[in-house]
Nanobody, 119 residues
Framework: VQLQASGGGLVQAGGSLRLSCAAS????????MGWFRQAPGKEREFVAR????????YYADSVKGRFTISRDNAKNTVYLQMNSLQPEDTAVYYC?????????????WGQGTKVTVSS
């Protein structure tokens, strides 16, 4: 699975962005999809996750109520709608695909897209 994240950019505080992560291959629907972020000088942290096949969504407390993760299996794409952005949301955002095959965890990362929120 190859992942291509896009949609980052510069936005003012209070603004919105929608990130997209397009996946290659025909098994996208089998994968749980997630978004992580890494701010300068900090460790990568979990942002949101959407499971397969149920489509259940989970969020970090810091983004709950502001961000929404969704997926379109027909387009092999996962989205992250980010509203009410704050300067502390500034980071490189990465998408991740994972699934459990028997006892083996298959996990793949995208290249990241940079989000900068100005105050």
């Amino acid at each position: 699975v190859q992942l291509q994240a896009s949609g980052g950019g510069l936005v003012q505080a209070g603004g919105s962005l929608r990130l997209s992560c397009a996946a290659s291959g025909r098994t996208f629907s089998m994968y749980n999809m997630g978004w992580f972020r890494q701010a300068p000088g900090k460790e990568r942290e979990f942002v949101a996750r959407i499971t397969s096949p149920s489509g259940s969504a989970y969020y970090a407390d810091s983004v709950k109520g502001r961000f929404t993760i969704s997926r379109d299996n027909a387009k092999n794409t996962v989205y992250l709608q980010m509203n009410s952005l704050q300067p502390e949301d500034t980071a490189v955002y990465y998408c991740k695909a994972d699934r459990l095959g028997g006892s083996i965890l298959y996990a793949y990362w995208g290249q990241g897209t940079k989000v900068t929120v100005s105050s």
